[in-house]
């Protein structure tokens, strides 16, 4: 199964301690549908507790990155999202982590994002938050606020797929063979709605009101594969066609 946009979205380890979190990281986010795994200064990778821990998850290990500095793996990046479990006296941007996923989704969708997660011990430095967009704090019993970092991972990877692909990937979310209509086949899509949509009167060209603005807007949300859109095209065809019968 691909979690297509998902594509586009790598966890990032800091410096992880035990290798042990590195493995449950990994199947942390498998389950989740990620796969892009990148770790900066891993005290030891690779390493049989990380494989032991990643309990299936091992492709996603064998995948991982390894980078000498945050900003090294960060290279490409527009959205780069910290957490941390403390509030800090400055105050960066924070987020829950349902906004947290909202965002995530909508940059994803358009370009490079990272979820970046800090040391066992002491978290992110101040230096690596501020190479982050916003920073996500999971609420949590503040007297015992500090998470397990795989805990971390699996559910801020849990929110992004729950607001990408809902509580059932499997009926809306990914398809496994069809891909994505094109740029291309969208805008042939978009020219044929507004010619009909003109056929029959509901569409003013010389009134317009942003209407194939929001139409887009929408499709777009929902990214139509290929078969999605040439049954639409078929709509649109048999339409044209019984408006021209009508009228003759
Ligand atoms: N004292 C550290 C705790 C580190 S726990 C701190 O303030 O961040 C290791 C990592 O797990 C953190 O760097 C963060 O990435 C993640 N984490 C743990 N608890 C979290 C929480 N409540 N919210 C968000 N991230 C958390």
Request: a positive charge; aromatic letters at 6%.
């Amino acid at each position: 199964m691909s979690f297509r946009i998902f594509d586009n979205i790598r966890v990032v380890l800091v410096a992880t301690t035990h290798a042990g979190n590195i493995g449950a990281a990994a199947r942390a986010m498998k389950g989740m549908g990620h796969r892009r795994l990148y770790l900066v200064n891993p005290k030891t990778f690779p390493c049989a507790e990380a494989t032991a821990r990643a309990a299936g998850a091992d492709d996603v290990l064998a995948g991982a990155q390894v980078f000498g500095s945050l900003a090294e793996a960060l290279a490409g990046c527009g959205l780069v999202i910290g957490t941390s479990a403390r509030r800090r006296s400055l105050p960066w941007p924070m987020l829950d982590p349902v906004a947290c996923a909202r965002r995530v989704i909508q940059e994803a969708e358009i370009g490079e994002v990272a979820l970046v997660f800090g040391r066992e011990r002491t978290g992110l430095t101040n230096e690596e938050l501020d190479l982050c967009n916003s920073v996500v704090r999971i609420p949590a019993d503040p007297a015992f606020n500090s998470l397990n970092v795989a805990a971390a991972v699996q559910i801020i990877t849990y929110e992004v797929m729950r607001t990408a692909y809902g509580n059932d990937p499997m009926e809306t979310g990914p398809r496994e063979n069809t891909p994505l209509a094109t740029a291309e086949q969208m805008a042939q899509f978009y020219e044929h709605l507004e010619r009909l949509m003109i056929k029959i009167e509901f569409f003013d060209p010389d009134k317009p009101r942003r209407l194939m603005r929001r139409l887009k807007r929408l499709f777009n949300r929902v990214q139509p594969d290929q078969n999605e859109i040439n049954i639409l095209r078929g709509i649109l065809a048999s339409a044209e066609k019984a408006v021209r019968k009508r009228r003759n």
